[in-house]
T-cell receptor, first 110, second 113 residues
């Protein structure tokens, strides 16, 4: 079992819709959770961080964390074609490593 | 500096050559990470520094890979006797401390021919 799992996609949504990206992790001791966006040929760009159970909103983005279910998600409201990218979930277990999932490719159709 | 800076952006090496990749982290960031990213995959952890101390090198794939951060700022990832399977993008990231938000450099794309 991989430490951080994501559906590789592609996830395709129409412009203006809500995109929902999911991530599960294996280490119950995980403390910090991050979502990164990566455009083709570019490096990962931090979108959101979340450290405690519940929802955290930042503009059109909402991160949701459920430690009991070992599940973290990212919602993108009013999706735009410019949101088309690979979204990487990253988890820090409380040590020095931050482990990344393989990423979910998102396509937003105009 | 304003962000994490990596050089060179692109490197072509002949099989068997040694290469050195440089990372200049955000000023004041204690933590520094190196990752390897193959096409279509997420970044794979290589090694972690806290200031000048290399606290985790469990992800380095072989003893041909070596990293250092002698003064707790700039870091160098060295790959000796490069092999074709070393071809990847090497990403450096820094954060204020372990477990907090990390910011990536532009990466170095290494191609071994």
């Amino acid at each position: 079992q991989k430490e951080v799992e994501q559906n590789s996609g592609p996830l395709s949504v129409p412009e203006g819709a809500i995109a929902s990206l999911n991530c599960t992790y294996s280490d119950r001791g995980s403390q910090s959770f991050f979502w990164y966006r990566q455009y083709s040929g570019k490096s990962p760009e931090l979108i959101m961080s979340i450290y405690s159970n519940g929802d955290k909103e930042d503009g059109r983005f909402t991160a949701q964390l459920n430690k009991a279910s070992q599940y973290v998600s990212l919602l993108i409201r009013d999706s735009q074609p410019s949101d088309s990218a690979t979204y990487l979930c990253a988890v820090n277990t409380g040590g020095f490593k931050t482990i990344f999932g393989a990423g979910t490719r998102l396509f937003v159709k105009a | 500096g304003a962000g994490v800076s990596q050089s060179p952006r692109y490197k072509v090496a002949k099989r068997g050559q040694d290469v050195a990749l440089r990372c200049d982290p955000i000023s004041g960031h204690v933590s520094l990470f190196w990752y390897q990213q193959a096409l279509g995959q997420g970044p794979e952890f290589l090694t972690y520094f806290q200031n000048e101390a290399q606290l985790d090198k469990s992800g380095l794939p072989s003893d041909r890979f070596f990293a250092e951060r002698p003064e707790g700022s700039v870091s160098t990832l060295k790959i000796q006797r490069t092999q074709q399977e070393d071809s990847a993008v090497y990403l450096c990231a820094s954060s204020r401390r372990a477990g907090t938000e990390a910011f990536f450099g532009q990466g170095t794309r290494l191609t071994v021919v």
